[in-house]
């Protein structure tokens, strides 16, 4: 921590913008092909949503949990996505081609754009993150549209936003509530992503829940096997979630 803390004041000082850690993503740079890997290699032989734990088949079908309802997103209710867990604009934002644009980004009728758009145009480094398929999971595009870019939190007399699935949201606040069984996972995804990627840090709020999360909700078998198929394709370690695996005597 000390080394990056250091690297980020010097790429500071000398105006430049700090490299990617080895650890990182720096082989997947194409968000449709992680995406991809995803669905045939990663969740061929675990094909179910994170939050709601909805099936899906291979032509992306998915069956709905019994009693699963919204009045909201219903175009997006049997759509599978695949969600940021940390969200896009929460590491986007520390790009100046998503705040302010690029002299690249011109659509065909002439017109400037920026954001996530104009990142993913003309950043290789942003390209990185948002395709790497550590922070990638599968979701029901009615949950994942009302997850949206919104925190995660817990949530007192707060009912579930959907019924069937135990996945709640304050429109008051804005802070989501994960079901328990994916807080581990959701923790491990945090902490790599600010371990590796200089440009992404959390605020101590979300850092303070997230290692308590890590502790409270050990890995799965999943969470290693998919940690495992990740690390062949991608090249590189989520170590926070490997060295718990390492723990269960699961060997890579």
């Known amino acids: 921590m000390a080394k990056k803390i250091a690297l980020m004041l010097l790429a500071i000082l000398l105006g430049a913008s700090l490299p ?38 291979e032509s992306n079908r998915i069956t709905l949990p019994d009693g ?21 604009e929460h590491f986007g934002q520390a790009f100046i081609e998503w705040r302010q644009g690029h002299e690249d980004c011109i659509d065909s009728k002439g017109e400037f754009f920026k954001g996530r758009k104009c990142a993913e145009k003309t950043n290789q480094e942003f390209r990185f993150m948002l395709a790497d398929m550590y922070n990638l999971y599968p979701s029901i595009g009615a949950v ?23 996945f709640k949201y304050d429109e008051q606040t804005d ?5 328990e069984y994916t807080r581990g996972a959701i ?42 198929k990740i690390e062949k394709i991608q090249g590189n370690e989520n170590l926070f979630v490997k060295s718990q695996c390492a723990e269960l005597g699961m060997k890579w």
């Open 175 to 179: 802070i989501v509530e994960p079901p």
């Open 20 to 57: 990617t850690d080895p650890q990182a993503n720096q082989k997947i740079e194409s968000f449709n092909k992680a995406k991809n890997y995803l669905r045939k290699s990663i969740y061929n032989n675990h094909r179910e949503t994170f939050y709601c734990r909805a099936k899906f088949d």
């Open 144 to 166: 994942n549209a009302v997850r949206s870019n919104h925190h995660y939190g817990v949530l007192k007399d707060i009912r579930p936003t959907f019924s069937g699935c135990e």
């Open 68 to 88: 699963f309802e919204t009045q909201k997103y219903k175009k997006r209710l049997h759509k599978l996505e695949w969600e940021h867990v940390v969200p896009a």
């Open 187 to 228: 923790a491990r995804t945090y902490l790599y992503f600010d371990s590796v990627y200089p440009k992404y840090n959390m605020s101590s709020a979300t850092r303070q829940l997230m290692q308590a999360w890590d502790k409270m909700y050990p890995v799965d078998t999943w969470e290693c096997e998919r940690a495992q």
